[in-house]
């Protein structure tokens, strides 16, 4: 499995270019290609955000795949994808432009059809099938390209979690809804990357994010560029690059009990990892593992105690807030209201999924153990 890892300074085209053609040499990618695909690139455009803040895949790198692919021959290029929120010609036009992505014109077609169908999945897959988003389906080939971020429910978003954006919006607060729990929530993800099986996967490192995103996080560039065809592996690396110990990311665990990463296969080429990368802070919903002391049998016991007393919760900063709705919008549980123009939250019924916190555009929703 071969790795590339490009060191980009900034989000120039001139140095962003250069970049994306030595990995596509290094993974072969123009050997399978035909010119007659119908080429699919899914970003991360969680919210309607400026590609300044690490939020989004900023459009400069889609820019220069998409350029990679047409001096290559290949002009159908589609980008696609379903942001949290409804999903919808209006939202889309909205998050096309504020993203950057209404610049990609007419070079790469900006997707606008919000039809989804439905894919089965293998037996032995905890999901029966999922209701994937029409352009997705349709691809001859799927570039992911992702944003890399700490996330407060998964704590590492990269490859695997960006596909999560081929659910069409607001089907995915049943998603959290029907599996709450991070072991489930987790596996759901794998599986739903195994069923999408994108051809290559480039993560955005140039500027990344750390503390609490996926939205709500702070700058932490590691001005990279890392492309791989094997997304898992690759997130195994990237998480490590972050300082995360990548058994500790549930999906990524999952993976390598899979049997889908394989770091001793990995063959890293571009350049040389920097020997000045600093850690990146953690979401504050990650939770504390006091148990290493514990005697064996105490262990189970007193992480259910604990998991209740140190749950998290979203509190919500009224000054901040505008009773936008969104957060209302994308609660799974439904147990948000927007009363007198603020937004209203029940702690009964929460599953600290955290879509609220993702979803609100003012950063007026933070993290409140329940002890």
């Known amino acids: 499995m071969i790795q590339t890892l490009q060191l980009v300074p900034e989000y120039?085209?001139?140095?962003?270019y250069p970049a994306i053609c030595k990995s596509m040499e290094a993974l072969g990618i123009e050997k399978e290609l035909q010119t007659d695909f119908?080429?699919?690139?899914?970003?991360?455009?969680?919210?309607?955000?400026?590609?300044?803040?690490?939020?989004?895949?900023?459009?400069?790198?889609?820019?220069?795949?998409?350029?990679?692919?047409?001096?290559?021959?290949?002009?159908?290029?589609?980008?696609?994808?379903?942001?949290?929120?409804?999903?919808?010609?209006?939202?889309?036009?909205?998050?096309?432009?504020?993203?950057?992505?209404k610049q990609l014109e007419p070079e790469v077609s900006l997707n606008m059809d919000f039809s989804a169908k439905t894919v089965n999945c293998p037996d032995g897959f905890a999901n029966h099938s999922f209701h994937i988003i029409t352009p997705i389906v349709e691809a001859d080939y799927i570039i992911?390209?992702?944003?890399?971020?700490?996330?407060?429910?998964?704590?590492?978003?990269?490859?695997?979690?960006?596909?999560?954006?081929?659910?069409?919006?607001?089907?995915?607060?049943?998603?959290?809804?029907?599996?709450?729990?991070?072991?489930?929530?987790?596996?759901m993800l794998v599986e739903l990357s195994q069923i999408v099986a994108p051809q290559l996967t480039v993560i955005d490192a140039i500027d990344a994010m750390e503390g609490n995103g996926p939205t709500g996080g702070t700058s932490h560039p590691l001005h990279m560029l890392l492309a791989a065809k094997d997304l898992y592996t690759q997130d195994y690396f990237a998480a490590g690059l972050m300082g995360l110990d990548p058994m500790?990311?549930?999906?990524?665990?999952?993976?390598?009990?899979?049997g889908l990463v394989k770091p001793e296969e990995m063959e890293l080429k571009g350049d040389p990892i920097p020997d000045t990368l600093t850690s990146f802070k953690l979401p504050d919903t990650q939770k504390l593992d006091f148990t290493g002391t514990l005697p064996g049998?105490?262990?189970k016991p007193f992480l259910w105690i604990a998991g209740r007393l140190l749950?998290?919760?979203?509190?919500?900063?009224?000054?901040?807030?505008?009773?936008?709705?969104?957060?209302?919008?994308?609660?799974?549980?439904?147990?948000?209201?927007?009363?007198?123009?603020?937004?209203v939250f029940k702690k009964k019924g929460c599953i600290s999924c955290f879509c609220c916190q993702e979803m609100c555009p003012m950063k007026a929703i933070s993290v409140k153990k329940a002890l």
């Open 12 to 16: 120039k085209e001139e140095l962003i």
């Open 311 to 343: 749950k998290s919760y979203p509190q919500l900063d009224q000054k901040l807030c505008i009773g936008c709705g969104k957060c209302a919008e994308s609660c799974p549980a439904h147990i948000i209201q927007i009363k007198n123009r603020k937004a």
């Open 297 to 299: 049998f105490l262990k």
């Open 144 to 187: 992911n390209i992702c944003k890399l971020k700490t996330h407060a429910m998964t704590g590492y978003s990269g490859g695997i979690k960006n596909l999560f954006g081929v659910i069409p919006g607001l089907e995915k607060p049943q998603l959290h809804y029907r599996w709450p729990e991070i072991e489930d929530f987790s596996r």
């Open 38 to 101: 119908k080429v699919v690139i899914k970003p991360n455009m969680v919210m309607a955000k400026s590609p300044d803040f690490p939020v989004t895949t900023h459009p400069l790198v889609v820019k220069c795949v998409a350029r990679w692919l047409r001096e290559h021959g290949v002009t159908n290029i589609i980008l696609a994808e379903s942001s949290g929120g409804l999903y919808n010609a209006e939202h889309m036009k909205n998050l096309y432009h504020v993203c950057g992505m």
């Open 248 to 258: 500790k990311i549930v999906m990524i665990r999952q993976a390598m009990e899979k």
